[in-house]
């Protein structure tokens, strides 16, 4: 009666997450005594933190910088794309242990589809961190015909591509990048997959050629604040529709919750939660 399912997250710089907002409302509304616990902890305490909430019962957590890599040695399984992509941001408990999941790319599907058919299109993802693998490896697995990477590290940019080739249907091709970006004419989905020109830096902008972007291509950015970034605006500005970070952020939100509960959340209400915590930040 008095011992509620707990779930968490594992980060550092964990007072900026806003998961704990999105996370408790979505609880609260479907009526389920769950709470989520929002940690920092620290690269060499990984393994503590992991071992502790084994110890306490935790039904699950997410990770999320620097963790997403280092907490694969401590689990006991990966879902597919946790595995290509090797990074995971979700862990569920099973009956075998912890088991990991990437649900990153599935939040960006879950928002882009709302807009755009991936089917058998061309889709531009710049850079090739952890967001950018996790939304490459699925949206080839959803369907398009062609992925390219663009990344000022052309090496992580060639391993990401060739981890697409490898393990999808889809062709990874990585594009060359050296002052401003040019989209190939028939890319029809742009995703900027880095941090640049989250808050406090708004100012900072992707190096893109604007001109380039075809007509009624749909351009997306991760970055959830400002939910308007400089990016989506200057996409906007050449009539390109626009996904901003925060649908993405509520939508692996969600896929979390359902991993772990079995309940598939009122997205609406988590984003309600969600912009009410940003405008306080």
Known sequence: MFLSPIVGSFSTGA???????????????????WRYVNCEVAEN??????????????????C???????????????????????????VVRTDTGWFGHNTDGLGF???ARQVI????LEVLVIGSGGAAHAIAIEVARAGAR?????????????????LVTTNTGADGLVLDWT?????????????????????????QAVGIDWESIPSGAVVADVVPLPAN?????????????????????VDQAAENIRLWTGVRPDTSVMRAALDDALALA
């Open 229 to 249: 970034t400089r990016f989506l605006r200057a996409a906007g500005s050449v009539g390109a529709v626009t996904i901003d970070g925060r649908g993405m952020l």
């Open 109 to 111: 599907l879950e928002s």
């Open 45 to 62: 305490d990984l393994g503590a933190a992991v071992a502790g909430a084994r110890a306490m019962g935790w039904r699950g957590f997410n």
């Open 15 to 33: 007072d900026a997450n806003p998961t704990v907002a999105m996370m408790e409302a979505a609880f609260a509304h479907e009526q389920l005594e």
């Open 179 to 203: 002052e401003q970006l040019f989209v190939p004419p028939a890319v029809r989905l742009v995703v900027n997959a880095t941090p640049v020109g989250m808050s406090p830096h708004d100012d």
């Open 64 to 90: 999320s910088i620097p963790h997403k890599q280092a907490v694969i040695p401590l689990l006991d399984g990966l879902a597919e794309t946790a595995r290509i992509a090797h990074a995971v941001n979700c």
């Open 146 to 162: 062609r992925v390219h990477i663009a990344s000022r590290n052309s090496g992580t940019a060639t391993a990401l591509a060739r």
């Open 117 to 120: 058919d991936l089917t058998g």
